[in-house]
């Protein structure tokens, strides 16, 4: 039985890295849903497009304020962000609302096996099995979704 694929907004001010995200996305059987460079343009697609998760790096074009953008995901759109950063030491101890975070630089195989767990998650709202490596949940969302996540935990 196949679930449904996820749409997927990028975060991302650094082109390469947006564009390399997206073909990531696709082989992940996920649909990309476009790319925002700033904190205004995160919001306003996601308020337009719906998203059922938002990749977002914490420092985008107008400064640190990816941690900002999940907040209003979160709070305003009703989609969930997952942080994609190499400043998780920024991340506050309620990753402002996110589901978790993969730290840069990371793998493709990385990107692409957390792309397919937080797909079950977020359509069958419980954990496929252990979280894999790369992948850190937000503790509540290892609760919530009842996740073998020993970082999650110890948190």
Partial sequence: MSRPALDVLIVEDEMLLAIELEHLIEEAGCHPLGCAMSSDEAVALAQQLKPDLALV????????????????????????????????????????????????????HGVKTALAFLAVCLTE???????PVGLTLAPAYAQRWEADDPLARSA
């Fill in 57 to 108: 790096d914490v420092h985008l074009s107008d400064g640190p304020t990816g941690v900002d953008v999940a907040r209003k995901i979160a709070d305003d759109c009703g989609g969930v962000a997952l942080f994609m950063t190499a400043n998780v030491k920024r991340l506050p101890d309620d990753f402002a609302g996110a589901c978790g975070v993969i730290g840069k630089p990371y793998s493709e």
């Fill in 125 to 131: 709202g419980r954990a496929p099995g252990p979280v």
